[in-house]
């Protein structure tokens, strides 16, 4: 039956940057859906945790600090010796410094480039080879942006990092789909929680924003929860590369 194609019991699902935000909610949908979940972080995600065994789910915490890939081998097997499988990915993990592109360091840059996307592509890396190796298929769901389609303004890395995992997705989705891999990704709309804090506060920019959005709300975590059940689960097996956008409407107008 159809329902049962978007069922999770028995996989195992890893999301990047879930102590707070659209990552948190993004683990209680894969546990809510029947997912076993390791959420990373580089900070306590007890919240999370605690939300996901309400839920009726099981929690890994895995601490790493994704500024550099130097955690990644290691967020594979912390997942591998807990659960003994992956099956889902969900790099969600993402930061976004703003300034005038005229005065953008290169520190800055560089932030912003290697976790957006230079760590995204070597997690997506490192858990196609294992669900190569366990020879069931497997699911890469990315966080693009508005930004993978639009300039936005004052965030040149940002916009540079999620325009790439726009193209990442359908660049991995064709290598990887022969190995019953789906690689996809949601681009969420502007959303309420830590990455449009500073935007929020400023009235100006932020009356803009909501004037914009056909659904006339900023998103929210929950939000995001059914698209990323869906690409998550079999009821997309036949989904690859693209990029759903959770937006309110936003790109349609
Ligand atoms: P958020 O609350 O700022 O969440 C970002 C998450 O990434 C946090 O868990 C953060 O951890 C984690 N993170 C950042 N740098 C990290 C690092 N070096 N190591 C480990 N974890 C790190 O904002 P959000 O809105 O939920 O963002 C989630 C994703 O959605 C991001 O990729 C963001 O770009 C994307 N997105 C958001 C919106 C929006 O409107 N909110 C729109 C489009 C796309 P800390 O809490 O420790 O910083």
Known sequence: MILDTFKLDGKVAVVTGANTGLGQGMCVALAQA????AGVARRSCAETAELVKANGGEFLEIIADLSSSEPVER???ETVDKFGRADILVNNAGIIIREDAIDYSEEDWNKVIMTNQNVVFFLCQAFAKQYIKQGEGGK???VASMLSYQGGIRVPAYTASKSAILGLTRALANEWAKYNINV?????GYMATNNTKQL???EQRSGEILERIP???WGTPEDMMGAVVFLSSSASAYVNGFTIAVDGGWLAR
Do not use: E, F, L, Q
């Not at 029947?34 to 979940?37: E, R």
């Not at 996809?184 to 969420?188: E, L």
């Open 34 to 37: 029947g997912a076993k979940v």
């Open 75 to 77: 967020i594979v097997k």
């Open 140 to 142: 890469i769901v990315n």
């Open 184 to 188: 996809n990704a949601i681009a969420p």
């Open 200 to 202: 929020r506060s400023d």
């Open 215 to 217: 659904a006339g709300r």
